[in-house]
């Protein structure tokens, strides 16, 4: 069964500085990977995803996460953190289900605390 | 935001009664998944469906059933509500067959006291 690991409960920057969250998964096969933000009170936002091609993929608000298979690692990487990022991020791995179902077995979470 | 409504937002209810979420989403989606979060476990999936009247458990679905009568609507209910299944419960959409980046609705906030 697949797992998602992401090692830092709380990670707190100053806003302007470089950030990057971990994520390290554990699958049989070849993983489709995800990270997602959820605001306070909101759902989860897709940040990015990777199934395939080039390893170092681009997402949406400035954030990018390079696959490194030989670490199975995942990590959520952005240069210049803005106030505006403060919020739980999540990792996810995914596999296939029932009926072409794709379940994503997500992380404990990530909470950013950005400082001024 | 691929169209979907959780309703209620918030509900507080009494242990051993039932309670009834519904997701309602208006993009004609085929999948659709209900998940809960709680602190520190992330979200968990409790069922799924795959089409009209197809369902699938997940890993947390003691105590929960599904239905999914039409496209458009996936309802979990709590036969007989526990203090345990106080969480917050989220609606996801996975929008075809092959884009597996989940839309998800704002969430229900439930509280069994």
């Known amino acids: 069964a697949q797992s998602v690991t992401q090692p830092d409960i709380h990670i707190t920057v100053s806003e302007g500085a470089s950030l990057e969250l971990r994520c390290n998964y554990s699958?049989?096969?070849?993983?489709?990977l995800f990270w997602y933000v959820q605001s306070p009170g909101q759902g989860l936002q897709l940040l990015l995803k990777?199934?395939?091609?080039?390893?170092l993929v681009q997402g949406i608000k400035g954030f990018e996460a390079e696959f490194k298979r030989s670490q199975s690692s995942f990590n959520l990487r952005k240069p210049s953190v803005h106030w505006s990022d403060a919020a739980e991020y999540f990792c996810?791995?995914?596999?296939?289900?029932?009926?072409?179902?794709?379940?994503?077995?997500f992380g404990r979470g990530t909470s950013l605390i950005v400082h001024p | 935001d691929a169209g979907i409504t959780q309703s209620p937002r918030h509900k507080v209810t009494e242990t051993g009664t039932p309670v009834t979420l519904r997701c309602h989403q208006t993009?004609?989606?085929?999948?659709m998944y209900w998940y809960r979060q709680d602190p520190g476990h992330g979200l968990r999936l409790i069922h799924y469906?795959?089409?009209?009247?197809?369902?699938d458990k997940g890993e947390v679905s003691d105590g929960y059933s599904v239905s999914r009568s039409k496209t458009e609507d996936f309802l979990l209910t709590l036969e007989s509500a526990t203090s345990s299944q106080t969480s917050v419960y989220f609606c996801?959409?996975?929008?075809?067959?092959?884009?597996?980046?989940?839309?998800f609705g704002s969430g229900t906030r439930l509280t069994v006291v």
């Open positions: 996810a791995v995914g596999s296939r289900a029932s009926g072409g179902s794709y379940i994503p077995t």
């Open positions: 699958y049989g096969a070849t993983p489709y």
């Open positions: 990777y199934f395939s091609g080039d390893t």
């Open positions: 993009e004609n989606h085929r999948y």
């Open positions: 469906s795959y089409g009209v009247k197809d369902t």
């Open positions: 996801a959409v996975q929008p075809t067959e092959t884009n597996y980046g989940y839309t």
